[in-house]
């Protein structure tokens, strides 16, 4: 029996990777990253000894075979991310997503990697009937990439029923946390919180009294690290924070928060656009002990102090 746990992180070095390597490397893990560094940056990992970082992509699968050698538990992360991104390159989107995620089962199946962690997302559910979700809300996704995560939660519970391989699938909510950035397919935290600091006004999509499940990335992070640990457990699983806010109130907190003054101005509702979203994180409370933490305002106080790093460092 090997003294040293090992994991491997698909997409270790991106936004929510790269905290999931932290933790793991707290907890005595030994760490493996496959990143390919196309949306990932290497300096958002600090050098460890028991982290190891190759370069490379989940389309190729002989690279996925050498890297999860001996490993334990797989987190996989590495996709590509974003119901736009997935409409502007559909193609790109599928070849990331499903046949990634076929590679990455079929290298842990071969490499006997007891459990993988995938991460899916809220977008598998499309259009929301009921609120708060649960699991057994209809799958119906609207984009490309809710359907892409679909996909690889559906592949990865075919491997448990065909290979024993055991199988968490995680649906995220609207993560945010340090580390994320603003990008032309943005998430509207980065967004508002990169304009306030440059002075550049914030535009609300309709009346900003659509509401969201803001989830902090720490709370994301636990619920990888519980559901890797649960021995057995397979199975689809929401993660958001139990508790919805609306972007009204997301700009207020931002203006408190940060001490600016804000420069706010509302356009048209966007698109496609949900007007609520709200996790039912209850299965996940049963299954892994899930518990989110409360502290939205402080999660984003150091949100804000992290971009205005980011900002001063230009
Ligand atoms: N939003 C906004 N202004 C922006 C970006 C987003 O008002 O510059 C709104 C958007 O219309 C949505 C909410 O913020 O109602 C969350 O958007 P995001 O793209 O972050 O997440 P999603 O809609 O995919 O849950």
């Known amino acids: 029996m090997r003294d040293t746990r090992t994991a491997v992180v698909t997409g270790g070095a991106g936004f929510i990777g790269s905290h999931i390597v932290e933790a793991l490397l707290v907890e005595g893990w030994e760490v493996r990253v496959v990143d390919n560094l196309v949306t990932g940056r290497s300096e958002n990992l600090e050098k460890h000894q028991r982290l190891y970082v190759s370069t490379g992509d989940v389309r190729d699968r002989a690279f996925l075979t050498r890297a999860f050698r001996d ?3 797989v987190f996989h992360l590495a996709a590509s991310v974003g119901n736009k991104k997935s409409i502007d390159d559909p193609v790109l989107d599928a070849e990331t997503n499903v046949l990634g995620t076929i590679n990455v089962l079929e290298a842990a199946r071969t490499g006997g990697v007891r459990k993988v962690v ?3 997302s809220a977008g598998v559910f499309g259009e929301l009937k009921t609120l708060p979700i649960r699991e057994d809300h209809p799958l ?3 984009s490309p990439y809710g359907c892409t995560k679909l996909c690889e939660e559906k592949l990865a519970l075919a491997w448990t029923k065909l290979y024993g391989l055991e199988a968490v699938c995680l649906r995220y909510f ?4 340090r580390r994320q950035r603003f ?4 998430n509207v935290i980065p967004i508002f919180v990169f304009q306030a600091l440059r002075g550049e006004t914030l535009t609300v999509f309709g009346d900003g009294e659509q509401t969201r499940d803001f989830v902090h990335v720490s709370d994301v992070v636990a619920a990888n690290l519980r559901a890797a640990s649960r021995p057995g457990l397979s199975g689809a699983f929401n993660i958001g924070s139990g508790a919805r806010i609306s972007i009204n109130e997301l700009v207020r907190l931002i203006g408190k928060v940060s001490g600016l003054r804000l420069d706010v101005r509302y356009g048209p509702e966007r698109p496609g656009d949900v007007r609520h979203s709200l996790a039912d994180v209850g299965a996940a409370r049963d299954g892994f002990g899930y518990a989110p933490s409360d502290g939205f305002e402080r999660n984003l106080a150091d949100y804000v102090e992290w971009a205005r790093e980011e900002v001063r460092a230009r």
Do not use: H, K, W
């Open 140 to 142: 119906d996704p609207d």
């Open 118 to 120: 995938v991460s899916s």
């Open 71 to 73: 490993c334990e538990v």
């Open 183 to 186: 990008d032309a397919y943005g």
């Open 174 to 177: 609207n993560v945010f946390g």
